[in-house]
């Protein structure tokens, strides 16, 4: 079992920062992708960016030159540093530790970008 949660988040002015951080423990794995979803109210949870264990990084389309993902040493932790924020990112941003056999979430946090 693993046990995944986030921090950071918060309320920030369009065209700010913000960093989100993610910690799994439990019985984790080197073989192990994490990455990070976003669900905006009344829209379905999207890709936003993952990293693999090799630390090869994908990004929607919406957030890259924006958003950067990073994970530790010990690929228990994972990182998204989100700059020149939009209105649009506003979202409930949820930490995803993903094996070849399982899928692991966070409780999610609040990101809300003001215009």
């Known amino acids: 079992q693993v046990h995944v949660v986030e921090s950071g988040g918060g309320l920030v002015q369009a065209g700010g920062s913000l960093r989100l951080s993610c910690a799994a423990s439990g019985s984790i794995l080197r073989m192990s992708a994490m990455g990070w979803y976003r669900q905006a109210p009344g829209k379905q949870r999207e890709l936003v960016a993952v990293i693999s264990s090799s630390d090869v990084a994908n990004y929607a389309d919406s957030v890259k030159g924006r958003f950067t993902i990073s994970r530790g040493n010990t690929k228990n932790t994972v990182s998204l540093e989100m700059n020149s924020l939009k209105p649009e990112d506003t979202a409930i941003y949820y930490c995803?530790?993903?094996?070849?056999?399982?899928?692991?979430w966070g409780q999610g946090s609040q990101v809300t970008v003001s215009s």
């Open positions: 995803n530790y993903r094996t070849p056999w399982d899928d692991y």
